[in-house]
């Protein structure tokens, strides 16, 4: 039977969730990584043993960068620090937002992102990043401004099948893009709307993204949960068109692909920026069957009544496995699953601290 | 000369639970450089009190006797022969 782990990334510590009965019943374990934040976690499947990842941080100790190759029982800081800003920058790491594996035929080749906005490259499988220089000279970099959370790169987007192209997005400078291997970057907001902003409202950047995806086999099209504002692109973010109408609410902080069905997507709406709750304060996951054009409400298993947490943008994710699961965590401490794509929920954890991100996927 | 350097519990992960640690240094030396010959043998301790710039971290103190380095010359501050060096967390979180 499949073992299925779900990493839980907490404001105090890290915890997973295990099933080994096709995710009918949850094993829960933690906390490890003590009160450390850890804002960014990942499962690496594609070695001989799934390697978990973890960026943590703490208010006194600052942040840290560990790995795990036994499913979380003991945790390997590396020596040198993994991600660590060159002395030139005249900058510190602050928080590690991001971790990303990259294609399973570059089994060394990992990505990250962090606080301030910077892109990191290991060919190590994690053990030590470099940074892209391309994106940290950007001309734009001045005019990047901390998001709510912090001025972070906070997506990553390799091209599926052309490793010279990647996407990156941060809070609060919008998206960007690459053709030519990190070493030059464009900003591709045409279309997003900044509704905060006190002038232009469509600039070329400075846009709050909050999350983007795609899928693997429909590169060219991309999905955006923005600071207010739901958007496609369908030339690689060149141009983005809303796909709010039909959702409750347009801002949010989740944009999840479905792995197996190009133009499935799933969001979280909130009220708005002032008004973080979710609507009608009752908990609803919203997909599209067909890439925005319409939504459906899934609430089966949900809280419906008084629910006020809201759910961080890298708190909502899919496995990888052929019948897809699907998995978010809410600021009250809760992990809920669904077996069923979304049709129906059930909380496989609670009482936990703010749950900030949640990467679930085969580990035996 | 000799410098002895009190941890406290939550970097003592860092020390396999030693509660002191004793470095040697030429004579003249300053909190930078007790810093960085205890990076040398445990950089996961010295990266928890600075960061990749030698900067103090905003709720690491710092003291060489009874004097916080910030209210003295920061990490210029200089360490006697014999000195206790105490590595103390703000109280604060929640």
């Excluded at chain 1, 906070?154 to 609060?172: F, G, K």
């Excluded at chain 1, 944009?255 to 197996?260: G, I, R, S, T, Y």
Aim: charged share 20%; net charge negative; aromatic share 8%.
């Amino acid at each position: 039977m499949t073992k299925t782990m779900v990493l839980i990334g907490t404001r105090k510590g890290l915890w997973t969730a295990t099933a080994e009965d096709d995710r009918q019943s949850w094993t829960v374990r933690g906390p490890d990584l003590g009160l450390n934040e850890v804002a960014a976690c990942a499962i690496d499947a594609r070695g001989a043993k799934p390697r978990l990842f973890a960026g943590a941080s703490s208010s006194h100790w600052g942040p840290a960068m560990s790995y795990s190759d036994d499913l979380g029982a003991t945790w390997i800081e590396p020596d040198p620090a993994p991600i660590s800003f060159p002395e030139q920058t005249d900058t510190a790491l602050a928080r590690v937002w991001q971790i990303m594996p990259g294609p399973a035929d570059q089994p060394d080749l990992v990505w990250a992102g962090t606080e301030p906005s910077a892109l990191w490259r290991s060919e190590d499988r994690g053990v030590s990043f470099t940074l892209n220089q391309g994106l940290w000279d950007h001309p734009h970099r001045k005019e990047w401004q901390p998001g709510g959370g912090g001025q972070a790169l906070h997506t990553i987007l390799p091209h599926p099948q052309d490793s010279t192209q990647m996407h990156v997005a941060m809070s609060t400078g919008g998206v960007y893009r690459t053709t030519d291997d990190g070493a030059s970057w464009n900003p591709a907001n045409k279309g997003i709307q900044g509704s905060f902003l006190p002038a232009d409202e469509f600039p070329e950047y400075g846009q709050c993204v909050h999350k983007v995806a795609r899928h693997p086999e429909r590169p060219d099209q991309l999905f955006a949960q923005n600071h207010g504002g739901v958007y496609r692109s369908d030339d690689e973010g060149t141009s983005w068109a809303s796909i709010a109408e039909g959702l409750p609410a347009d801002f949010g902080f989740n944009m999840v692909v479905h792995p197996h069905a190009p133009g499935t997507v799933y969001v979280i709406p909130l009220v708005a920026d002032m008004e973080r709750f979710p609507p009608q304060a009752r908990l609803r996951v919203y997909r599209s069957r067909d890439a925005g054009q319409s939504w459906e409400e899934l609430s089966k298993g949900l809280p419906q009544d008084r629910f006020y947490a809201t759910v961080m943008r890298d708190a909502m994710c899919v496995d990888d496995l052929p019948s897809t699961g699907i998995y978010f965590g809410t600021r009250s401490g809760s992990v809920f699953a669904s077996a069923d794509e979304g049709e129906s929920w059930s909380e496989i954890a609670a009482h936990l601290p703010d749950v900030l991100c949640v990467r679930a996927g085969r580990v035996g | 000369m000799a410098v002895l350097v009190r941890i406290p519990g939550a970097l003592r992960q860092f020390t396999d639970n030693a509660r002191t640690l004793e470095v040697d240094l030429p004579e003249g030396s300053d909190v930078a450089a007790l810093l960085a010959t205890l990076g040398c043998d445990n950089p996961s301790l010295v990266r928890r009190i600075c960061d990749e710039r030698g900067n103090l971290r905003q709720h690491v103190n710092v003291f060489v006797g009874t004097v916080n380095v910030r209210d003295g010359n920061g990490l210029s501050t200089t360490v006697p022969d014999g000195a206790e060096v105490y590595v103390i967390p703000a109280v604060s979180g929640g």
